[in-house]
């Protein structure tokens, strides 16, 4: 007998046709003789719905009430798709974050699993009933409602996973895997069979939101066996794995993806007075605001006695981070702050990146053989990021994945 944890997300959920769907597809694999504890997102949109809610009353909530808001949606689809079970005759219990119980850290809107005690499920399964369990959400030791940030409930079903030793973790969504880059954006983009957990993650940082990152991190560091899989169709979508072998090497490609992030804002200080210790001058008030920076440059200035600084920003932390900017350039005394908040990063990704010299220089050219100007690079081990204008995105995503070659099927 298997044990698998199933995650439903939003779409495959969105209505009540879809529910009895998922309920079908569920018995079937029970009927199989294995047990089952399936995760689900809130019925597509939901989050979005509600999140407006909270705002039309105050435009910046966050925090504590805004996660028992949130936490409804999927409250809404556990018990939806316990009824159409128990309907068809199936014993299903549904179970909220805090029911399971999944404790979190008390960062709301964006709170870390910190342990699950799955007793009851464990318990549940053993007397043959088809566990629900509500994604994206968890409680605090105090017991305070939490939730896990946007696509959290890929992590509640990866951290379940891990807490039940279950045999697989299958994330089920409206593609049928992890493609070389998001299939929404570029037709011809490829289905993976097989991806690293360490591509995997460095994809979802750089902005694949197919799942979500902390999942990522969660199946690597207990090795879950993690599959993304379609609702709709049937196949063997994406096994993410911590290990390719070598009779897979076909799919030991330089290149394994290209991911974009389209929520970036970038902003520059120019001629600042080049002394020791200016980079925490800049960014020092900038975090203390709880804003998290992403790439940063720092240039040595044309006169050698100033220096120019640039950085990126989540775009929602673009307003805020200007004013602030604004006030520390009038403190140091420099000469100029400028932004742009139409930007976006575009990153390639693959780990036979290391054993391969001139990647980043075929990126830059090919880039520029579409007159794609180049603002920011910043690379690791296994990627290359580039920030450029937003205009440019699909232009950029569909040239890499051209001239890298990611269509087309492996050569030996
Ligand atoms: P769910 O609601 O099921 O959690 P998401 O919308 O969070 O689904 O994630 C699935 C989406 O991720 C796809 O519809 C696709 O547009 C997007 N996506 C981005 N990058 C990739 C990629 N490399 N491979 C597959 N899908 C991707
Ligand atoms: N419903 C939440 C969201 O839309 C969590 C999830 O779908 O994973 O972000
Ligand atoms: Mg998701």
Do not use: W
């Amino acid at each position: 007998m298997t044990l698998l944890v199933r995650k439903y997300g939003g779409t495959s959920v969105g209505t009540i046709e879809r529910i009895e769907a998922v309920a079908e597809k569920v018995i079937g694999y029970k009927q199989r003789g294995h047990d089952l504890v399936v995760v689900v997102s809130a019925m597509s949109g939901e989050t979005n719905r509600l999140t407006a809610l909270a705002k039309e009353i105050d435009p910046r909530v966050r925090g504590r009430e805004l996660d028992v808001l949130l936490t409804t949606g999927e409250q809404v689809t556990i018990a939806l798709l316990a009824i159409a079970l128990e309907k068809r005759g199936y014993p299903a219990k549904s179970y909220t974050g805090g029911q399971v119980k999944i404790v979190t850290d008390t960062a709301h809107n964006k709170a870390r699993i910190v342990s699950i005690d799955a007793g009851n499920v464990r318990k549940d399964l053993h007397e043959g009933r088809i566990v629900v369990v509500a994604g994206f959400q968890g409680v605090d030791e105090e017991g305070n409602i939490t939730t896990l940030g946007r696509g959290g409930s890929d992590t509640t079903g990866v951290a379940l996973a891990a807490a039940l030793d279950a045999d697989e973790c299958q994330i089920f969504t409206d593609v049928d895997g992890v493609y070389t880059t998001d299939p929404r954006v570029v037709a011809e983009a490829r289905r993976l069979d097989k991806i690293t957990f360490e591509e995997m993650l460095e994809m979802a940082s750089l902005g694949s939101k197919v799942l979500q990152i902390r999942a990522g991190e969660f199946a690597g560091k207990y090795d879950v066996p993690l599959r993304v899989l379609s609702s709709f169709e049937e196949g063997e979508g994406t096994l993410i794995t911590s290990e390719i072998n070598e009779d897979d090497s076909v799919e030991q490609a330089v290149i394994s993806g290209i991911a974009f992030n389209r929520d970036e804002a970038q902003l520059t200080i120019n001629g600042v007075p080049d002394t020791p210790g200016i980079a925490f001058k800049i960014l020092g008030p900038i975090s203390d605001a709880n804003i998290e920076v992403d790439m940063i440059v720092q240039n040595i200035g044309a006169d050698g006695s100033t220096t120019d600084f640039t950085f990126t920003v989540h775009r929602n932390d673009y307003d805020l981070a200007m004013t602030l900017l604004q006030r520390i350039a009038e403190e140091l005394g420099a000469r100029e702050v400028a932004g742009n908040n139409k930007i976006i990063k575009l990153s390639i990704v693959g780990v036979g990146m290391r054993s391969h010299a001139g990647i980043a220089s075929r990126m830059f050219e090919i880039l520029a053989n579409e007159g794609i100007n180049i603002c920011m690079i910043s690379t690791s081990e296994i990627k290359i990021s580039v920030v450029i204008d937003e205009k440019y995105l699909e232009l950029g995503v569909r040239a890499l994945h051209d001239g890298f070659d990611l269509a087309d099927e492996e050569e030996e």
